[in-house]
């Protein structure tokens, strides 16, 4: 069985619909897919359509933009009730903060030269319910400024280049506590991945567990061998699920190809234990796991 537990689409800064997602997942042999766009539930619908069609195990989630002593961290919501108000404003103040960066990317890259207005990155990201800097690098991509994503955040995006600006994030405890209270699971995606953060280890990691923190990404592109194997360990020491997953974006991500890392069968059985708990302990009714 291979479970892929990570995924974007075009509701955020993948390349694909939440349809051609699944599709794509069946294609690429897998039997469980997450859809997991950035801060929210829009793709869940459509995917879901999808997987009754196909016949494919849809897991809805979100990654939701979170930050921890000042460094962003990304947390791995699966089926959370996502009508459940406190996280509806939570996702929405996110959603907010990506909108107002927008105009304020757009004006750091004319200071360099760059003629490009906030308009036309939001035509780079229609159907996008969370816009961000990708939507900036496709753009910028369309004037030939850059030749793809990564060029656009080495040269001008990423933290230190002189277009970047900070955005609003949620204190990540907070989003643990509101993602069960929503009956949800909270995952650190890629936790040792681009920010390494000090905070994300051993000691910070059993905090988070007590907080209601269920799981770690282990198996990421952006973790190496070693870090993977270190991180396996203070896993099984705080007795946390293990996931490994794409983080697929369609075209808009090299070397992120759907099932490139999967998740263990017992693993997500374990998980979906725990958001049953986490469901039937919030008396929420939260979104069911699709199954064909
Ligand atoms: P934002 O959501 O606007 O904060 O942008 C972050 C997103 O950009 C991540 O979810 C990745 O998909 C992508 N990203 C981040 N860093 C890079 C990078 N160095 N090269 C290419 N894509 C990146
Ligand atoms: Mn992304
Ligand atoms: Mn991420
Ligand atoms: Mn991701």
Redesign the pocket.
């Known amino acids: 069985m291979r479970i892929d537990l990570h995924t974007h689409s075009d509701r955020s800064d993948g390349t694909s619909s939440p349809r051609e997602v699944v599709l794509a997942a069946r294609e690429a042999g897998l039997d469980v897919v997450a859809l997991t766009d950035h801060d929210t539930a829009e793709g869940w619908a459509e995917a879901t359509l999808a997987a009754e069609a196909v016949g494919l195990v849809l897991v809805p989630g979100m990654?939701i933009s979170c930050q921890l002593g000042g460094h962003g961290v990304?947390l791995l919501a699966y089926l959370p009730d996502p009508s459940y108000q406190p996280l509806a404003d939570a996702l929405a103040a996110i959603l907010l903060g990506r909108d107002e960066r927008m105009p304020r990317i757009c004006a750091n890259l004319r200071a360099l030269g760059i003629d490009i207005e906030e308009a036309d990155v939001v035509r780079h990201a229609v159907g996008a319910a969370a816009i961000g800097r990708p939507h900036v690098a496709d753009t910028l991509v369309s004037m030939g400024v850059v030749g793809d994503r990564t060029e656009a955040f080495d040269r001008y995006l990423k933290p230190g280049r002189p277009a970047y600006v900070r955005r609003y994030a949620p204190a990540l405890e907070e989003m643990i506590t509101l993602v069960r209270e929503a009956g949800g699971v909270p995952v650190i995606?890629?936790p040792w991945?681009r920010s390494d953060n000090a905070a994300l280890r051993l000691e910070g990691l059993a905090a988070l567990k007590e907080t209601g923190l269920v799981g770690v990404e282990v198996d990421h592109q952006d973790h190496a061998p070693a870090q993977r194997a270190e991180l396996r360990a203070i896993a099984a020491e705080l007795d946390l699920v293990v996931t490994g997953s794409s983080?697929f974006h369609g075209t808009g991500k090299n070397d992120h190809e759907l099932g490139c890392n999967t998740t263990a069968p017992d693993q997500l059985e374990r998980l979906l234990e725990l958001a049953e708990e986490a469901g039937r302990a919030a008396g929420r009714r939260t979104p069911a796991v699709v199954r064909p």
């Open positions: 990654e990304h995606a890629h991945g983080d």
